[in-house]
Nanobody, 131 residues
């Protein structure tokens, strides 16, 4: 069974950068489209970015377009989220999850809803943007 663990979160100043990693175990990652999600304090999980199983296709929420880049290294069973020009509103716990359908904004929304309903979010990583 595929298990995903997010890491790399930290406290950074506005305008700074973070590189988050999503490491897989239990199954090969190259069968799955993967999404990054975040949960700000008091808010629901929000889909941020996703990448197709091959890495050929990516999609991003409007709030992070031009600032975040998602990539994957299937040989290392890892997906990355490079986040630049960070803003305080990017603060939250970041999670990764396998999508239930090909990578697009709708898949991010549906996956966030389903994973929340079954309470199966894996280990997240805290990213805090503050001066």
């Amino acid at each position: 069974q595929l298990q995903l663990v997010a890491s790399g979160g930290a406290l950074v100043q506005p305008g700074g950068s973070l590189r988050l990693s999503c490491a897989a175990s239990g199954s090969s990652l190259d069968h799955y489209a993967i999404g990054w999600f975040r949960q700000a304090p008091g808010k629901e999980h929000e889909g941020v970015s996703c990448i197709s199983s091959s890495g050929a296709s990516t999609n991003h929420a409007d709030s992070v377009k031009g600032r975040f880049t998602i990539s994957r290294d299937n040989a290392k069973n890892t997906v990355y989220l490079q986040s630049n020009s960070l803003k305080p509103e990017d603060t939250g716990v970041y999670y990764c999850a396998a999508l239930f359908s090909p990578c697009n904004i709708g898949a991010l929304i549906n996956t966030a809803r389903t994973v929340t309903e079954v309470n199966s979010w894996g280990q997240g990583t805290q990213g805090t943007v503050s001066s």
